[in-house]
Structures are given as C-alpha cells and as structure tokens.
C-alpha cells in the first residue's frame, strides 16, 4: 500500500509559479508511478503529469507541457517525494491538485484517471 499526502497549494497571480509536493510512503512505493491529477470546480478530473519509478521518463497533459515539470526525489526508497513546478500559471489551472501513485505505467491509462492510490489534495487559485 502506498500513503500520499500533498502540499503547496495556494493562491497565487496569473503569471506566478508555485511548486506542490508530494510524499508518497510505503514499503513498495519505488515501484510505483505517480502522477498529478487535477479536479476543477464542476469539472471532472483530468490528468495532469506523471513520472516513472526511476523518475527516468515522464508524461504531460498538452494543457500544461512547457509549463509544468514533474520531478522525483527516490533517495529513500521507503518514502520518496514527487514535486510539480507550474509556471506561468492561468486561471483555468485553478482546481484541487492530486498525487496518486499506479504499479501500470500507461499514458493511457493515466489519461483516463487509472490510478490504485490517491491524496487528500491540496487547493491551487490562480487570479486574474
């Protein structure tokens, strides 16, 4: 089983960088993917990115490539950390951010939302 709690959300200006963590923890999470998935208000979710288990190959959403980057910290192979740099951020990024882990890696399967574990969220407000 793998545990995910993020942070880093908040409110930032149209234009602005913010950076949300991840720690994903549990005895197998080395082997996992995990990716960043995004809920808006009256929206459903929608893949954000995702990195592998080496944190060696990654895939983007065509809304955020360019402008988001996934990063993976695997040092500790009992808990790692998985960060999202968004830059020039826009209003229509504003949603509850995502981390969630999957034993598959498939683009496929992650455009969809297939993902075994889930975080709590964390809250990202883009203003105009």
């Known amino acids: 089983q793998v545990q995910l709690v993020e942070s880093g959300g908040g409110l930032v200006q149209a234009g602005g960088s913010l950076t949300l963590s991840c720690v994903a923890s549990?005895?197998?999470?080395?082997?996992?993917?995990v990716g960043w998935l995004r809920q808006a208000p009256g929206k459903e979710t929608e893949f954000v990115a995702a990195?592998?288990?080496?944190?060696?190959?990654?895939?983007?959403?065509d809304s955020v490539k360019g402008r988001f980057t996934i990063s993976r910290d695997t040092r500790d192979n009992t808990k790692n950390k998985i960060y999202l740099q968004m830059n020039s951020l826009k209003p229509e990024d504003t949603a509850v951010y995502y981390c969630?882990?999957?034993?598959?890696?498939?683009?496929?399967?992650?455009?969809?939302?297939?993902?075994?574990?889930w975080g709590q969220g964390t809250q990202v407000t883009v203003s105009s």
């Open positions: 969630a882990s999957s034993q598959l890696y498939s683009y496929t399967n992650f455009l969809r939302g297939s993902f075994d574990y």
């Open positions: 549990g005895r197998t999470v080395s082997s996992y993917a």
């Open positions: 990195i592998s288990w080496t944190g060696g190959g990654a895939d983007y959403a």
